[in-house]
Protein backbone atom coordinates (compact mmCIF):
# COMPACT_ATOMS: atom_id res chain seq x y z
CA UNK A 1 0.00 0.00 0.00
CA UNK A 2 1.44 3.32 -1.33
CA UNK A 3 0.96 6.03 1.27
CA UNK A 4 0.64 9.46 -0.04
CA UNK A 5 1.89 12.49 1.32
CA UNK A 6 -0.81 15.19 2.73
CA UNK A 7 -1.06 18.54 3.89
CA UNK A 8 -3.63 19.22 6.05
CA UNK A 9 -6.46 19.43 3.97
CA UNK A 10 -8.50 22.52 4.79
CA UNK A 11 -11.33 20.43 6.47
CA UNK A 12 -8.79 18.67 9.12
CA UNK A 13 -7.07 22.08 9.32
CA UNK A 14 -10.50 23.77 10.76
CA UNK A 15 -11.26 20.65 13.06
CA UNK A 16 -7.44 20.68 14.58
CA UNK A 17 -8.39 24.37 15.46
CA UNK A 18 -12.02 23.87 16.93
CA UNK A 19 -10.33 21.21 19.02
CA UNK A 20 -7.84 23.54 20.16
CA UNK A 21 -9.91 26.37 20.06
CA UNK A 22 -13.02 25.18 22.19
CA UNK A 23 -12.92 21.52 23.01
CA UNK A 24 -14.75 18.78 21.79
CA UNK A 25 -18.32 16.77 22.82
CA UNK A 26 -15.78 13.82 23.45
CA UNK A 27 -16.87 12.86 27.23
CA UNK A 28 -14.63 13.48 29.83
CA UNK A 29 -13.42 9.68 31.47
CA UNK A 30 -10.85 9.83 33.77
CA UNK A 31 -8.46 7.57 31.97
CA UNK A 32 -4.68 6.45 31.99
CA UNK A 33 -3.09 8.06 28.91
CA UNK A 34 0.17 6.07 29.96
CA UNK A 35 -2.04 2.68 29.44
CA UNK A 36 -3.26 0.55 26.54
CA UNK A 37 -1.20 2.57 23.44
CA UNK A 38 -1.11 -1.26 21.42
CA UNK A 39 2.31 -2.04 23.57
CA UNK A 40 0.98 -5.81 23.59
CA UNK A 41 2.86 -8.78 22.94
CA UNK A 42 0.88 -8.62 19.69
CA UNK A 43 2.47 -5.83 17.88
CA UNK A 44 5.77 -6.51 20.02
CA UNK A 45 7.54 -5.45 23.10
CA UNK A 46 9.98 -2.55 24.12
CA UNK A 47 13.34 -3.80 23.07
CA UNK A 48 16.80 -3.57 23.94
CA UNK A 49 19.48 -1.13 22.64
CA UNK A 50 22.50 -4.65 22.93
CA UNK A 51 19.86 -6.51 20.15
CA UNK A 52 19.27 -3.54 17.95
CA UNK A 53 19.52 -4.88 14.55
CA UNK A 54 19.45 -1.71 12.20
CA UNK A 55 17.95 1.96 12.53
CA UNK A 56 15.41 4.07 11.10
CA UNK A 57 15.69 7.14 11.02
CA UNK A 58 11.97 8.87 10.45
CA UNK A 59 11.22 12.51 9.80
CA UNK A 60 7.71 13.74 10.63
CA UNK A 61 6.27 16.84 8.06
CA UNK A 62 3.27 18.95 8.66
CA UNK A 63 1.56 16.09 7.25
CA UNK A 64 3.63 13.09 6.41
CA UNK A 65 6.13 11.03 7.63
CA UNK A 66 9.26 10.23 5.85
CA UNK A 67 9.98 7.26 5.11
CA UNK A 68 5.94 6.47 4.26
CA UNK A 69 6.50 2.80 4.48
CA UNK A 70 8.75 0.67 6.83
CA UNK A 71 9.21 -2.56 6.45
CA UNK A 72 10.38 -4.97 9.50
CA UNK A 73 11.63 -8.64 9.83
CA UNK A 74 9.91 -11.02 12.87
CA UNK A 75 11.85 -10.26 16.30
CA UNK A 76 13.32 -7.87 14.47
CA UNK A 77 14.47 -4.90 17.17
CA UNK A 78 14.70 -1.75 15.68
CA UNK A 79 15.96 1.73 16.46
CA UNK A 80 13.84 4.32 15.69
CA UNK A 81 15.48 8.56 15.93
CA UNK A 82 12.26 10.13 15.08
CA UNK A 83 12.84 14.24 14.16
CA UNK A 84 9.62 16.19 14.19
CA UNK A 85 10.79 18.94 11.01
CA UNK A 86 7.25 19.76 11.16
CA UNK A 87 5.40 23.41 12.09
CA UNK A 88 3.33 21.43 14.78
CA UNK A 89 3.26 18.86 17.40
CA UNK A 90 3.44 15.47 15.82
CA UNK A 91 3.18 11.69 17.66
CA UNK A 92 4.93 8.58 15.98
CA UNK A 93 3.06 5.70 17.41
CA UNK A 94 3.45 1.59 16.58
CA UNK A 95 -0.01 0.34 16.56
CA UNK A 96 -2.97 -1.56 14.76
CA UNK A 97 -5.54 0.45 13.13
CA UNK A 98 -7.96 -0.30 16.43
CA UNK A 99 -5.34 1.03 19.13
CA UNK A 100 -5.01 4.38 17.21
CA UNK A 101 -8.42 4.81 17.01
CA UNK A 102 -8.81 4.45 21.03
CA UNK A 103 -5.31 6.37 21.49
CA UNK A 104 -7.16 9.26 19.44
CA UNK A 105 -9.74 9.43 22.18
CA UNK A 106 -7.11 10.05 24.72
CA UNK A 107 -4.89 13.03 22.61
CA UNK A 108 -8.15 14.42 22.23
CA UNK A 109 -8.76 14.84 25.58
CA UNK A 110 -5.33 16.25 26.08
CA UNK A 111 -6.12 19.17 23.65
CA UNK A 112 -9.63 19.63 25.60
CA UNK A 113 -7.01 19.72 29.23
CA UNK A 114 -4.66 22.65 27.48
CA UNK A 115 -2.07 19.23 27.31
CA UNK A 116 -1.25 20.29 23.90
CA UNK A 117 -1.66 22.99 21.60
CA UNK A 118 -1.01 23.12 17.68
CA UNK A 119 2.58 23.67 18.45
CA UNK A 120 3.29 23.09 21.77
CA UNK A 121 3.23 20.42 24.76
CA UNK A 122 2.20 21.43 28.37
CA UNK A 123 4.72 18.47 29.84
CA UNK A 124 4.07 19.72 33.51
CA UNK A 125 -0.01 19.24 32.64
CA UNK A 126 0.36 15.68 31.29
CA UNK A 127 1.55 15.18 35.24
CA UNK A 128 -1.84 16.15 36.22
CA UNK A 129 -3.69 13.66 38.41
CA UNK A 130 -7.25 12.57 36.43
CA UNK A 131 -8.17 10.63 39.14
CA UNK A 132 -7.33 7.37 40.71
CA UNK A 133 -3.70 8.04 40.17
CA UNK A 134 -4.12 8.63 36.31
CA UNK A 135 -2.01 10.78 34.50
CA UNK A 136 -1.91 12.09 30.77
CA UNK A 137 1.78 11.20 30.82
CA UNK A 138 2.87 10.37 26.74
CA UNK A 139 5.73 7.57 28.48
CA UNK A 140 4.82 4.65 26.44
CA UNK A 141 7.72 2.75 24.93
CA UNK A 142 5.84 2.39 21.54
CA UNK A 143 5.33 6.17 20.70
CA UNK A 144 6.73 9.51 20.89
CA UNK A 145 4.89 13.25 21.42
CA UNK A 146 6.91 15.81 19.81
CA UNK A 147 7.06 19.77 19.79
CA UNK A 148 8.06 20.99 16.72
CA UNK A 149 11.96 20.56 16.52
CA UNK A 150 12.37 17.86 19.23
CA UNK A 151 13.95 14.46 18.71
CA UNK A 152 13.66 11.12 20.54
CA UNK A 153 14.43 7.56 19.86
CA UNK A 154 12.39 3.95 20.67
CA UNK A 155 14.24 0.42 20.88
CA UNK A 156 11.17 -1.69 19.71
CA UNK A 157 11.08 -5.72 19.18
CA UNK A 158 8.34 -6.60 16.79
CA UNK A 159 6.23 -9.43 17.02
CA UNK A 160 5.54 -12.22 14.73
CA UNK A 161 2.56 -11.09 13.56
CA UNK A 162 0.04 -8.42 13.30
CA UNK A 163 -1.48 -5.70 10.40
CA UNK A 164 0.68 -2.73 12.14
CA UNK A 165 0.75 1.29 11.37
CA UNK A 166 2.65 3.71 12.56
CA UNK A 167 0.63 6.94 13.03
CA UNK A 168 0.19 10.31 14.16
CA UNK A 169 -2.28 10.27 16.59
CA UNK A 170 -2.88 14.62 16.91
CA UNK A 171 -6.36 15.61 16.48
CA UNK A 172 -6.90 15.83 12.87
CA UNK A 173 -3.84 14.11 11.36
CA UNK A 174 -4.24 10.91 11.34
CA UNK A 175 -7.71 11.56 9.51
CA UNK A 176 -5.91 14.09 7.08
CA UNK A 177 -2.91 10.85 5.82
CA UNK A 178 -0.40 10.88 8.91
CA UNK A 179 0.08 7.46 8.78
CA UNK A 180 1.92 4.53 7.18
CA UNK A 181 1.90 0.49 6.86
CA UNK A 182 4.76 -1.27 9.12
CA UNK A 183 5.11 -4.44 7.05
CA UNK A 184 6.63 -7.65 8.91
CA UNK A 185 8.19 -9.84 6.88
Known amino acids: MK ?3 TILS ?3 SITLLAAL ?7 FA ?5 ESHGHKSAIGAPG ?4 VSRTIEVKMFDNYYEPEEISVKKGETVLFKITNAGEFVHEFNIGTAETHAAHQEEMMMMVEHGVLEADKINREMMKMDMGNGKTMEHNDPNSALLAPKEAAEIFWKFADDGELEFACNVPGHYDAGMMGELTIQ
Open 30 to 34: AGSHD
Open 10 to 12: SAA
Open 3 to 5: IKR
Open 21 to 27: TFGSAVA
Open 48 to 51: EASE
